[in-house]
């Protein structure tokens, strides 16, 4: 059972999702479970999510095992037989009644032997006690890939059972990370993009709906800590929550990854839910663990930068809402979310590309200030700033990048593959990408997904039906027309293109260089 956070950390709940008839997103299986996870915290049932876990931790082990099991009898099949031990030969004997049998099928067997292989008489019997052997060891693989698979029936039995919770579990988990996939819940017309204010109405608890449902406590806000910072942050908080009585939630995400840290102060511990882990428990004092699964959760190094979101119980919201907003006025809390050239120089980059992710132009415009090129910066799967801020329509934030004094990136050469993936991870339709593409080669016939195209970002808009955003790229065209880039760069990562390490992609601009955010 994987303990640490890594890519195979959620395959286990993928897979058992997957068992029950699902088709969660791996690229979003974090965030249901964050959203899951934040309703157990405030419907004070965390003792419930920690035994579900439990017991889909044993179903899953088991699955594994027996289908490991499966797949070793099977090859086992193709092979030349064994020979099998005398005990099990025996219990093979006993359970096939296989007395009356043996002595029928022996003399079938010495007839083709002698009347049709026509072998000497004298090789009989070692040509018997090998027929013998090789029936024996068939029955055997017969006997294990059935009772395999008659395990896996019944652990899918388990798992799909209504009696269980299971599956109330897994359509929540789905409906947060994917509401598209049950877009008869919601409203026409509304963005179906992964919202917990959007989906906790149609995937709350019965408990939580009984007691009014849940709310966001204040303005969700970006930041980059270091463990000091970290440390800061959560002490700062857990004095402004002295003296609650009811639990608080907040779900912190970056780009590619959510998690849940809830405090409960009638356990008087933080909780703490991370995915495909086991949910966990840390006493209120032990900030140290704390922060340290944080910042494990969210990076390999020392820096880690997330969204903070915070919810709470509906009939709380006022008396959260005074403390969060005294938390956010605390000298250490301005301290830590201070951007200064220093701060950038160490997460300028990550803090970017949240900023446009998160439609937050004052961030943004406040990083950019610090002299940070947004040209220069991309997450692993090459994302830039820009490219984050026009798919989510965050027109502000593409303002304050295109204030930028140098010269920007405003074209791109696409592989059609990653395109489309880069589709699906941005919640486009691809249908628009359909359209895009036959307008581009003008073609109707199909084309090779390996082709290349070049496409600019106010094409892009277009496809996206973002007419704002389309008319401010297409006068910072005609504006900067005379300070013209080729702008001929791969677009977004795959195994054949290397990866930009993302520090050296936040360094502080400084002098003016010709930007070239992509690898080629």
């Not at 956070?5 to 286990?12: A, F, G, L, Q």
């Not at 395999?148 to 388990?158: A, G, P, Q, V």
């Not at 149609?202 to 806000?221: M, N, P, T």
Request: aromatic fraction near 8%; charged fraction near 30%; glycine fraction near 4%.
């Amino acid at each position: 059972m994987p303990l640490a956070r890594d890519e195979d950390n959620k395959d286990w709940l993928i897979e058992l999702m997957e068992e029950a008839g699902y088709h969660p997103d791996p690229g979003g299986m974090c965030f249901g479970v964050a959203n899951m996870g934040m309703q157990a915290i405030l419907a004070q049932d965390f003792q419930t999510l920690s035994n579900r876990y439990d017991k889909l931790i044993e179903i899953y082990d088991n699955l594994d095992g027996h289908l490991q099991a499966l797949e070793m009898f099977e090859a086992e099949a193709q092979k030349p037989p064994q020979v099998l031990a005398e005990s099990t030969k025996s219990v093979l004997r006993d359970m096939y009644n296989l007395k009356e049998e043996l002595p029928k099928l022996r003399k079938k067997w010495s007839d083709d032997l002698l009347l049709t292989d026509k072998i000497d008489f004298r090789q009989l019997k070692v040509k018997l006690k090998e027929k013998e052997e090789t029936f024996l060891y068939d029955l055997f693989l017969k006997h294990e890939i059935k009772k395999c698979n008659e395990e896996l029936d019944y652990l899918h039995e388990i798992l799909t059972d209504p009696e269980e919770d299971f599956l109330a579990f897994f359509e929540g988990v789905e409906v947060h990370q994917q509401p598209g996939k049950h877009s008869p819940l919601f409203e026409k017309g509304v963005p179906l993009k992964q919202n917990t204010m959007l989906t906790a109405p149609v995937a709350l608890s019965k408990k939580l709906s009984e007691s009014g449902g849940i709310q966001r406590v204040g303005d969700r806000f970006v930041g980059a800590y270091n463990i000091d910072e970290l440390m800061q942050y959560f002490i700062s908080l857990q004095k402004e929550l002295d003296g609650i009585e009811k639990p608080i939630a907040l779900i912190l995400g970056s780009g590619d990854h959510a998690i849940t840290v809830g405090y409960d102060p009638s356990l008087k511990q933080w909780l703490f839910v991370n995915s495909g882990c086991k949910p966990e428990r840390i006493p209120k004092d032990n900030l140290e663990e704390l922060t340290a699964k944080i910042l494990h959760a969210f990076s390999k190094g020392t820096e880690c930068a997330f969204t903070t979101n915070i919810y709470c119980n509906a009939a709380n919201v006022e008396e959260f809402t005074k403390r969060v907003t005294a938390w956010k006025a605390n000298p250490e809390f301005i301290k830590i979310h201070t951007i200064d050239k220093e701060k950038v120089n160490r997460s300028g980059g990550q803090l970017l590309l949240l900023a446009a992710d998160d439609d937050d132009p004052e961030l943004t415009h406040r990083i950019i200030q610090a002299g940070l090129n947004p040209d220069n910066v991309e997450d692993e799967n090459g994302y830039t700033p820009m490219i984050t801020a026009i798919c989510n329509n965050h027109i502000h934030v593409v303002k304050e990048i295109l204030a930028f004094p140098n010269r920007l990136s405003m074209s791109l050469n696409v592989n059609l593959n990653s395109l489309y993936q880069f589709a699906r991870n941005m919640h486009i339709e691809e249908q628009c990408i359909d359209e895009l593409i036959k307008k581009k080669f003008n073609v109707d016939k199909p084309i090779d997904p390996a082709a290349t195209m070049s496409l600019s970002f106010h094409e892009l808009a277009t496809t996206l039906g973002y007419q704002e955003i389309y008319n401010l790229l297409e006068q910072y065209e005609k504006d900067h027309s005379k300070k013209t880039n080729s702008d001929k760069y791969l677009f977004f990562k795959s195994e054949g293109h290397p990866k930009r390490t993302e520090i050296d992609s936040s360094k502080i601009e400084e002098e003016s260089i010709s930007p070239n955010p992509f690898d080629k």
